[in-house]
């Protein structure tokens, strides 16, 4: 996996650009760590980035934002309003207005689960205020995150910097079913003698709710879930053919930052680039680094190994929405996603904004069994086999 690693950021990194790199990748369920990269060339510089750098993490904050916002009564179908928005703090004498990326909004409701996966900021600056300033911040430090926050509008968006291990770490919850684990580089030392001088211990404790991790990590497939496109495309657009087995993840910009952090139930890797003077990241080769460099590296370390889905632990119940809406699917409806809640916290009603539509219109649903039938075929592409094998 090291080799996977170096190897991968020798081929993504854009040329001559002087642009720097770092990599953690862990086993979520134990730890352990499988590979790390500190920088491009350890000769020019032997600063170990992974650890010591602390930079702005941007969007990947979001998923943290989103478990507080399922803990405190939201579910991946409730809606907010995406347009542009100046929001009033600190009794109204200040004052914050996000921009979406590309100056795109949806000009209308999303639901939370879109939202994750377009990355809306106005939805998440809205959450972030609805839940008051200091939430965010407390459950940042409860997943683990040692790095200052700052209670202001913009965290909702990353502005307060951590470091590619601490971020890694805080994913694996999500990855692991709420496990906290401790981020392990040494197995065992064992002495001339063959006598085991130390042993690393695996001491995981449950912290988060395993049933709120999951519909968390399940949100966190929409990413690569063009059911979810809307105004835009969804983040993950641009890796779909290149991935061959299922993800969940975030992905994060700033001015000056770039992250990319995914995972399986096996492998975990966050990854940042980003120049060490804090220069504007420029250039579309530049801006995709982090992503081609993490799915270059998953799919190298993933590869011959077995293909594992996200299991739903007891006491969720996945049901067929209408993404646009966030209500029960129907036949008319032209797109539908299996979604995940808490028991009882699924949507009741039915979706009504479609007019009926004949089953095999080209514009129309098709009946459900059908889908699923499609889905055991081998040419449908394996984003719309995962969501099939949820059934």
């Given at each position: 996996m ?39 060339d ?22 943290f ?36 990326f ?21 939805y ?34 990353g ?21 906290a ?18 042993e ?83 250039g ?33 119940t ?74």
């Amino acid at each position: 996996m090291q080799k996977a690693a170096e190897e991968n950021m020798a081929k993504t990194s854009p040329a001559g650009s002087g642009i720097q790199a770092a990599l953690v990748a862990m086993d979520p369920q134990t730890g352990f760590v499988k590979a790390m990269i500190g920088g491009r060339d350890y000769a020019e510089s032997s600063f170990n980035r992974a650890v010591k750098a602390i930079r702005q993490p941007g969007s990947t904050v979001k998923p943290f934002l989103y478990f507080a916002a399922l803990e405190h009564g939201f579910t991946p179908s409730s809606t907010l309003r995406s347009e542009e928005t100046t929001f009033y703090y600190d009794e109204g004498r200040r004052q914050y207005a996000p921009k979406n990326f590309n100056g795109r909004y949806a000009e209308g409701n999303l639901t939370m689960a879109q939202a994750l996966a377009l990355s809306d900021n106005i939805y998440a600056v809205k959450t972030h205020l609805f839940l008051g300033m200091e939430t965010l911040k407390e459950y940042m430090e409860k997943f683990g995150i040692t790095s200052k926050q700052e209670a202001v509008p913009s965290l909702a968006l990353g502005t307060s910097g951590v470091s590619v291990i601490e971020m890694a770490k805080a994913y694996s919850l999500f990855a692991n079913g709420g496990t906290a684990v401790e981020p392990r580089f040494i197995q065992k030392v064992i002495g001339k003698d063959g006598k085991v001088i130390y042993e690393s211990k695996n001491k995981p404790r449950q912290l988060l709710d395993p049933k709120t991790a999951f519909v968390m990590t399940h949100m966190m497939t929409g990413m690569f879930d063009p059911k979810l496109n809307g105004y835009a495309a969804v983040t993950g657009s641009s890796l779909l053919k290149k991935a061959t087995r299922i993800y969940a993840g975030k992905s994060g910009s700033t001015n000056t930052d770039s992250w990319m952090i995914g995972f399986t139930p096996d492998l975990l890797a966050a990854v940042w680039t980003g120049y060490d003077d804090n220069r504007a990241i420029a250039g579309s080769r530049e801006k995709a680094f982090a992503k081609n460099l993490w799915i270059g590296f998953m799919e190298d370390a993933l590869k011959g190994k077995p293909l594992r889905s996200f299991q739903p632990p007891k006491g969720v119940t996945g049901v067929w929405i209408d993404p646009t809406t966030g209500l029960l699917a129907t036949d008319s409806c032209p797109v539908k996603r299996l979604t995940y809640y808490v028991e009882n916290t699924e949507p009741a009603e039915f979706c009504t904004e479609h007019p009926h539509l004949p089953p095999d219109s080209e514009k129309g649903a098709e009946p459900r069994h059908r889908e699923i039938e499609d889905g055991k075929k081998a040419g449908k592409p394996w984003y719309r086999r995962f969501f099939d094998w949820f059934e």
